[in-house]
């Protein structure tokens, strides 16, 4: 490895983790708005995801530069290849936020509803999930990764529970169903984020391994 590579492979790492960190941040308020009620706080989140587009544009042309110029192979050429697919994740993230920001907005907005299942271990579930996910790339820490991927399936039957729950509550009262929907949308939201937080566990092992395991857990 060249003394420049080795550079650009430290600055690109820093990258990425810098922006997992804010998605991570940015996440976490758009669960606390909806957990709180907090209009506010949905709004600075709405606000936040032009940023983290222009972030994945910059880390993706940093990626395919030096892909072009250095000519990476072995681990040099899976790290960037895992950023660039960890990258898309870390977006595609930050815009499930914007939506759970979005429907947070309008719940607070509105009066509540009595939601028949408790959110609270669903949102802690996709939450560990997430920080474990950008801990396991700090560290490139298979063990952790290989949990991760073990945890997605609880979250899928938590978001089946709660489609249940919902959709019983709305034939009961249709008065609440736009507001049901929403929440429910809250739900399968979090289920998206859980499937991503395990796409980045998929990468790192890829990045560490050398082999692809993804779907191999479905």
């Not at 990258?15 to 991570?24: H, K, T, Y």
């Not at 979005?102 to 949102?123: C, E, G, N, Q, W």
């Not at 289920?191 to 937080?197: G, P, Q, V």
């Amino acid at each position: 490895m060249t003394i420049h590579l080795e550079k650009d492979l430290e600055h690109l790492k820093k990258e990425i983790l810098a922006m997992g960190a804010v998605v991570e941040q940015m996440l976490n308020k758009a669960i606390s708005s909806f957990v709180r009620r907090r209009a506010d706080q949905a709004e600075e989140v709405l606000g936040e995801d032009d940023v983290i587009d222009r972030k994945e544009n910059e880390i993706e042309e940093e990626c395919l530069r030096m892909l072009a110029l250095q000519q990476p192979v072995a681990s040099d050429l899976r790290f960037i290849i895992t950023v660039m697919k960890v990258n898309n994740d870390l977006e595609r993230m930050a815009d499930v936020a914007a939506s759970i920001a979005s429907r947070a907005k309008y719940l607070a907005t509105h009066d509540p509803i009595k939601l028949p299942v408790d959110f609270t271990k669903m949102v802690e579930k996709v939450q560990g999930m997430v920080h474990q996910s950008l801990d396991a790339l700090v560290n490139m820490d298979v063990v952790t990764a290989r949990k991760i991927l073990q945890q997605d399936d609880d979250v899928d039957q938590m978001n089946r529970s709660m489609y249940a729950s919902l959709e019983e509550l709305m034939i009961k009262d249709s008065q609440i169903i736009k507001r049901a929907m929403n929440a429910l949308s809250v739900s399968r939201n979090l289920e998206r984020i859980a499937d991503l937080a395990t796409n980045i566990a998929e990468d790192i092992i890829f990045m560490v391994e050398g082999h692809i395991v993804r779907h191999r857990y479905e």
